[in-house]
């Protein structure tokens, strides 16, 4: 192999010309022989995860169906010690330290420069995270003021999973096929939700995601 180190990256994006892009950035480092495969959803990530061994995984949010947050638990459960890279077009400030605490090794924005994203994924594969100087900073505010968070930070995982469904237009049926929950459990977060961000109505909700690019 010339001496190169071998990365096995699985690319985990619903859309083809991405996953194309991803690959192609990281294939540009000469001292690094890429071993790719793709996943165009959760459960063909989850099926290549299990039959084959891999270094990292480079993960979209925005997944059809069962989404990426919901995933990433999925695959820190079943593979805890595989980093996993989450990239998103959502700002940082909004997601990265959810996904963060939900076990990710590091949070990417699309609009980064092809160097962010090799350095990126050089970084946790070596066991390091990869965060932003700006993310850093906004981790060690909420340390030092934890109880000054917006009110979609103070939801659980799957409560925010189901704000951002109810946001973008999903019925309580079709959230709970989505999740694989019952209707009854998702009338359940939707009151949680509720009360948590101090809101009576989906449009206050749907207005509240849309205000802070939560969809």
């Known amino acids: 192999m010339g001496g190169k180190t071998i990365l096995r990256i699985l690319i985990v994006d619903d859309h083809a010309v991405v996953r194309r892009g991803l690959r192609e950035i990281l294939s540009e480092d000469p001292q690094t022989m890429l071993i790719a ?92 995270r990869y965060v932003t100087a700006s993310l850093a900073e906004r981790l060690a505010a909420q340390v030092a003021a934890p109880d000054q968070r917006a009110p979609h930070e103070q939801l659980s995982d799957r409560e925010f999973e189901v704000l951002r469904r109810i946001a973008s237009g999903r019925t309580v049926s079709e959230i709970a096929d989505e999740l694989s929950l019952s209707v009854k459990t998702v009338s359940t977060y939707r009151t949680r939700i509720l009360a948590k961000m101090g809101m009576r109505t989906n449009a206050e909700l749907t207005h509240y995601a849309i205000k802070n690019a939560l969809v």
């Open 37 to 128: 495969g793709e996943a165009a959803d959760a459960e063909q990530a989850l099926a290549q995860l299990d039959g084959s061994p891999w270094d990292a995984v480079l993960l979209d949010l925005s997944l059809p169906g069962r989404g990426g947050l919901d995933l990433l638990q999925e695959i820190k459960s079943r593979h805890p010690s595989l980093p996993v890279l989450v990239l998103s077009v959502h700002p940082e400030d909004q997601y990265a330290v959810r996904v963060l605490r939900a076990g990710a090794a590091g949070y990417l924005n699309k609009d980064a420069a092809p160097t962010d994203l090799a350095l990126a994924v050089k970084k946790i594969t070596s066991g390091g």
